[in-house]
């Protein structure tokens, strides 16, 4: 019975924070209307309930081996993430900003508006520069997947394989890459959306807290942000939470779809961007270009990644699957829709696939 109430402590968490996330959307929506995605805002709130409802079944069945890793798993999640983001805007306050009466009017959005715009003005005038500030998005995004693939790669290969310390703890390599990823994931994205708080809380003037954001987060927003974006909430906190109903399918699946969500957009993105002359639709930014490459990419990461987690598989059937995963790709792609990518990609890429994968083999 406790630990059922420590598991539904997560499960308070996000939903609290998809209702806070909720609240700030509505507020953007009224004030930013033009540059505020509400269709996006609204999916991110239903991704962070979906999230938090399905934590406690990463852990099903529960058992006296698994009891260790579920309690650490809520430690991390619900309070050491917590108080590190607590303790981190006490420095702020007390060591940066009591300190510096002037900090107030140096971080501001509007002066963080003008450098931006600043920056834009120079991007649009030298293309390596415009194709260097896309490198920083893709690779922001690229992060989570690699370090999801780094600890499931450590967990059954090395620690279970090498160390045999499943022997030791009970559990086996499976379990505890589980255990690795969902606190990782679950605490990392818990650590954006504060970011988000502080970040979007221009909003509201008597309640601004823009100013606690370190210098070097807000270099790191303006190489990594379009304008539009500045008004919404983070893109990968967003591609986390789509990860989130697709890891319960096999890892070679879940992997695909994290690399596709990843390297595949960011082929097309980036292949687009430098070598892409033919826009299709024309109103867009998208090129025939960026689709044949973020398409071969889609079926190659697929390719090696099922051929590496999903042993068990036929050649036969990991071209198949291969081939859903980078034609889901390319339809979303294609399809051109007013959602965010990182969103669309990993659920329609992720379940095509599973469904293949459970219906089909």
């Known amino acids: 019975m406790t630990w059922t109430y420590l598991l539904i402590s997560v499960n308070v968490i996000f939903i609290a924070n998809a209702f806070g996330q909720l609240y700030y959307a509505i507020n953007l929506k009224k004030k930013f209307s033009k540059d505020h995605n509400f269709i996006n805002s609204i999916l991110t709130f239903i991704l962070w309930v979906v999230a938090g409802l399905l934590y406690p079944f990463y852990f099903w069945p529960w058992s006296d081996e698994l009891a260790f890793f579920g309690g650490l798993s809520i430690f991390f999640i619900c309070i050491f993430t917590p108080l590190m983001i607590f303790l981190v805007l006490i420095y702020q306050y007390f060591v940066v900003i009591r300190k510096n009466s002037d900090i107030k009017q140096k971080r501001t959005i509007h002066l963080f508006l003008d450098r931006f715009d600043s920056e834009k003005n120079t991007r649009n005038q030298e293309d390596s520069h415009t194709l260097k500030i896309d490198v920083y998005r893709k690779a922001l995004h690229l992060f989570p997947a690699l370090v999801i693939i780094l ?11 090498v160390w045999n310390a499943d022997l030791f703890w009970g559990i086996s390599g499976v379990h505890f890459g589980r255990f690795l990823i969902i606190t990782a994931g679950y605490s990392g994205i818990l650590v954006f959306a504060a970011l988000d708080y502080i970040r979007l809380s221009y909003i509201f ?7 606690f954001l370190p210098n070097n987060v807000l270099d790191l927003l303006t190489k990594s942000m379009k ?3 500045i008004f919404e909430f983070t893109k990968p906190v967003a591609l986390v939470l789509a990860f989130t ?3 319960f399918f096999p890892f070679g699946i879940f992997s695909s779809t994290a690399l596709i969500s990843t390297l595949g957009d960011g082929a097309a993105s980036l292949m687009g961007l430098k ?13 025939f270009i960026g689709y044949i490459f973020g398409t071969l990419t889609s079926f190659i990461v697929c390719f090696v990644s099922i051929f590496v987690f999903q042993p068990l598989l036929n050649f036969q059937e990991i071209i198949v699957l291969s081939v859903v995963g980078s034609i889901s790709f390319l339809t979303i792609d294609l399809s051109n829709l007013n959602i965010d990518d990182n969103i669309l990609n990993p659920l329609f890429c992720g379940f095509t696939m599973g469904l293949v994968y459970f219906f089909v083999f």
């Open 227 to 229: 304008r539009r974006e």
């Open 275 to 287: 070598y892409g002359k033919k826009h299709f639709p024309k109103q867009s930014k998208k090129t």
């Open 245 to 247: 109903p697709v890891f």
């Open 151 to 161: 600890l499931w790669t450590f967990a059954v290969y090395i620690w279970d394989g």
């Open 205 to 211: 003037p008597k309640k601004n807290l823009f100013h």
